[in-house]
């Protein structure tokens, strides 16, 4: 019920746009937007778990679930293990309160503890400024930017779309003369061999 969640977070209002609050989670870029959909401006620092991870170690996972097993040794409750097997189009929004509290007050309490952990290793690495500086304050210009959305010139697309396939036929004629034969392009082995 969109009414009666618009209410349950307007109880929250007031710690998500005082900007003396640091607000910590996990993919905040979502959350954000999800907020800004219900009239909500979330403001002061923020801290992202993913985002910090991935500073920290680029080539690993960031998933919130891949985060507390490696740091907290918690096997946490996965998003998928609240439905049954059958189900298909899964919502926390289509569950009793009873199934989904308990994941999300686990999730609050992961991204605590992993806040901790993630705030100190990104000190120890130096990677402070990178962090507050430039990537937790983008969080919130990319937010905005996906909340606003851009117009396209659907026209101008359509002309461009089509000037680049004739250029791109003129570029197989030239290429299919070239070698002689008709092949397949798109066939990495295939120009290989050509």
Not at 2 to 18: G, M
Not at 28 to 40: A, M, P, Q, S, W
Not at 73 to 100: G, P, R, V
Not at 110 to 128: F, M, P, T, V
Request: proline content about 2%.
């Amino acid at each position: 019920n969109i009414e009666k969640d618009k209410n349950r977070l307007q109880a929250f209002k007031e710690i998500f746009e005082n900007e003396q609050i640091e607000k910590i989670g996990h993919s905040l870029k979502f959350n954000i937007i999800v907020l800004k959909r219900y009239g909500i401006q979330v403001k002061g620092n923020l801290f992202d778990n993913s985002i910090a991870h991935y500073l920290l170690q680029p080539e690993m996972k960031h998933q919130q679930e891949y985060l507390a097993d490696i740091y907290l040794q918690h096997h946490a409750i996965a998003f998928d293990d609240l439905f049954d097997e059958k189900t298909k189009n899964k919502s926390l929004a289509l569950l009793k309160e009873e199934k989904y509290i308990p994941y999300i007050c686990e999730k609050a309490w992961i991204d605590i503890l992993l806040y901790d952990i993630l705030k100190e290793n990104i000190h120890q690495e130096k990677l402070d400024y990178l962090c507050y500086e430039v990537e937790m304050p983008l969080i919130q210009v990319l937010a905005d930017m996906e909340f606003t959305g851009v117009s396209i010139d659907t026209q101008a697309l359509r002309l461009i779309a089509e000037d680049l396939h004739a250029k791109l036929r003129i570029l197989e004629a030239d290429i299919y003369n070239l070698a002689g034969e008709m092949f397949n392009i798109n066939s990495p082995k295939k120009v290989g061999e050509i």
